[in-house]
């Protein structure tokens, strides 16, 4: 492709030679002179200059010497994610029903639907135009999928859930599953009945092996255009909102809801029944409480989560204790010399 048409194609303006032959997309270190990279932030920037990469996206403010061909975007990096489904364009499917696949009975499939090797379909379910259920997948009765959806080997859907257009869900997830509800009785748990569903709207992914829990009674429910990273775990009656990430090992216990564009760094905890709110952000590795609310736009770290700049400050002065330590030892040593004089 020539640096020209990949303009045209991302709908952006370039300038230098523009029948440069381009091949493929690399990071800015290893790129060679038919390679794509792309300038996100200042630290590429330095490195650009002695990158052999034969074209840039950069930023549109970006001042680029004469030698170097570049296609100028307002978003570097999406617009070489764009690139990088022009150049490794998705895997065709051929559609069909794999000869050991098992489909139930009142299965509606649409038109271009692959289903693969051992997979199973359940009695009643719908499969939308040009889905993809690969090997060894699991799709329970009465589920619902979208067009163009995604299921990568080894998924289990449970029965009952709907699952929207454009969906991807990597290998190893379950959708579905029973919550985690027990209540106790003469010293002993037991269960309380899981009876409610699985909603996943449109364009959700959600990584390998992560696990969403259905309602014990109404719906947990994945907002359109939400990422779930691997092994995150939403529990049951969680309401996630649209756009959301979360990053990997995450863990959401019953009934929390996060609402629209909030950020969820990898391994943060976050209590039953709590709250974020619009375009919050959790730091990694942070707790949220029981019932706690995390304010939209705020950013919290920490164990409890807490306030970004209030976190920093606990950890500035957790680091000047060894020194108060020993002022506080000198400081004992000269009143008891003190005390000894008199």
């Known amino acids: 492709m020539r640096v020209r048409e990949l303009a045209e194609w991302l709908g952006a303006t370039f300038e230098g030679d523009g029948e440069r032959e381009l091949t493929g997309v690399a990071p800015l270190e290893t790129a060679g002179t038919e390679d794509v990279a792309f300038v996100g932030n200042r630290k590429a920037a ?43 364009p998705t895997a065709e499917l051929n559609p069909g029903i794999h000869p050991t696949a098992v489909v139930g009975k009142d299965v509606e499939l649409g038109a271009m639907v692959y289903v693969g090797p051992h997979a199973v379909v359940g009695d009643g379910t719908r499969i939308g135009v040009a889905s993809s259920i690969g090997a060894g997948c699991i799709v329970g009765k009465r589920v619902s999928m979208g067009e163009g959806c995604v299921l990568h080997p080894n998924v289990t859907v449970y029965d009952n859930v709907d699952i929207g257009r454009g969906s991807v869900l990597h290998s190893g997830c379950v959708i579905g599953a029973d919550g985690f509800g027990y209540v106790m009785e003469h010293e002993r748990w037991h269960k309380f009945p899981q009876v409610g569903r699985v909603e996943i709207a449109d364009f959700v992914e959600i990584g390998a092996n992560s696990c969403v829990d259905r309602a014990a009674l109404g719906v947990t429910s994945i907002g359109e255009g939400t990422k779930l990273d691997n092994m995150v775990h939403v529990g049951h009656n969680c309401r996630i909102g649209k756009h959301v990430v979360v990053a990997a090992q ?22 039953d029944k709590a709250r974020i709110e619009t375009r919050a952000v959790l730091g990694s590795g942070c707790g949220v409480l029981t019932s706690k609310v995390v304010r939209s736009g705020e950013t919290v770290w920490g164990t409890p989560a807490r306030p970004l700049k209030r976190h920093l400050e606990e950890l500035a002065n957790l680091g000047r204790l060894p020194e108060l330590r020993k002022e506080v030892a000198e400081l004992k040593r000269r009143l008891a010399e003190l005390e000894r004089r008199n």
Do not use: H, K
Not at 56 to 70: F, N
Not at 72 to 87: G, K, S, Y
Not at 252 to 258: D, E, R
């Open 46 to 88: 330095a490195l650009a200059e002695s990158s052999a990469a034969g074209c840039l996206i950069v930023p549109m403010e970006w001042s680029s010497p004469s030698y170097r061909t570049v296609i100028r975007a307002a978003e570097p990096r999406t617009a070489f994610a764009r690139a990088m489904n022009r150049f490794y």
């Open 250 to 271: 995450t863990g959401f216990s019953g009934g929390v809801v996060v609402e629209d564009y909030a950020v969820i760094g990898g391994q943060v905890g976050i209590g």
